[in-house]
């Protein structure tokens, strides 16, 4: 059976997995969510928890099923797990003050670890979100222990197009009233530090990790925003923000027909209509509809005036290369 892009319908999460969210994934984003909607799994195999094939031939099939069917010419290599997982979220209220683990710490669970990226897409005036620890005087635990952690918690205002690097061990939350693209390592372990006080209908509060959380927090990890450096490209430029040893994050800036490189499985998004071409047919996309584009579908390109979001696994020695005295202008890219 011939590749083709694959438009994949997302697994949602919502009610009481997620408290903090809200309806704008339906509202704004065209999802076909249930009210209180956090998270929408765009393209995901997580068990339990895998986006679904919605177009051609495999209709129906979820990611687990085609990476079976199809292999390394679906994913470009044969990862013990698949690698990324990308999400949409909408956080209507505060998400809890939480940290993610290394591989080496998750392993003992099963998991892989957790680094992310964010790409602001919307959000209300003045919203913060938590981006580390402010320096501290005393250790973690300590300020755990005695209920100051609101105090050390280092804030910055977001605006639509901010972007942000989340490394395993680095403490984070999102103010309510943003709405974000988000890729990260293929893993649902998320130690929860504080949840606000927030409770369920019957008074219950969601379960804290605090001991995990201080094995793997990293107190000194402050980052500021990541500008990224960009290049052109034809039929348009492409722009960088991060290549670690997990995920490349960019935004296609298209205008007129940018060709797309193979050998790579992709994960576009595309930002306002588009048109995405390959050898065999074409798709049209809906806007904050993701595409799964497979790693060996060659000759494949994207017609258009305006902003495809990208994400794949890293070549970061390729990348280096080509930008040069750029690269440290890309998060993760130069050790």
Not at 45 to 62: C, D
Request: with cysteine; net charge negative; hydrophobic share 35%.
């Amino acid at each position: 059976m011939e590749l083709y892009p694959l438009v994949m319908e997302p697994y949602f999460r919502h009610g009481g997995e997620t408290p903090w969210g809200g309806t704008m994934l339906r509202d704004a984003f065209g999802k076909s969510s249930p009210d209180l909607t956090g998270e929408s799994l765009e393209i995901s195999a997580l068990p339990g928890m895998e986006s679904i094939v919605r177009n051609g031939p495999h209709a129906g099939k979820t990611l687990p099923a085609m990476i079976a069917l199809w292999g390394e010419r679906l994913t470009g290599a044969n990862f013990e797990k698949f690698p990324l997982l990308l999400k949409l979220l909408d956080v209507e209220d505060r998400l809890s003050v939480q940290v993610h683990p290394d591989d080496a710490y998750a392993a003992s669970e099963g998991r892989l670890g957790k680094t992310e990226a964010w790409i602001i897409l919307n959000c209300d005036p003045d919203v913060k979100i938590v981006y580390g620890l402010e320096p501290l005087c005393e250790p973690l635990e300590t300020i755990l222990e005695k209920g100051e952690l609101e105090s050390v918690l280092h804030t910055q205002a977001v605006r639509p197009g901010d972007v942000y690097y989340i490394p395993h061990g680095m403490v984070h939350s999102i103010g309510g009233g943003v709405q974000i693209y988000e890729i990260q390592q293929s893993s649902d372990a998320t130690y929860r530090f504080w949840d606000w006080n927030r409770v369920d209908a019957n008074g219950r509060s969601r379960e804290l990790h605090t001991r995990q959380g201080l094995d793997v927090t990293r107190p000194d990890l402050r980052l500021d925003k990541i500008p990224g450096t960009t290049i052109l490209r034809k039929g348009g430029s492409q722009t960088y923000y991060i290549a670690n040893e997990n995920f490349e994050l960019s935004r296609l800036n298209v205008s007129g027909e940018m060709p797309l490189p193979s050998g790579r499985m992709l994960f576009l998004t595309p930002t306002c209509p588009i048109l995405l071409r390959y050898p065999g047919g074409e798709i049209e996309p809906a806007p904050f509809d993701s595409v799964l584009l497979p790693a060996e579908l060659q000759g494949a390109s994207i017609v258009g005036e305006g902003k495809v979001l990208m994400s794949t696994v890293s070549d970061r020695a390729a990348l280096r290369a080509e930008l040069g005295y750029r690269a440290p202008d890309v998060a993760g890219l130069v050790d």
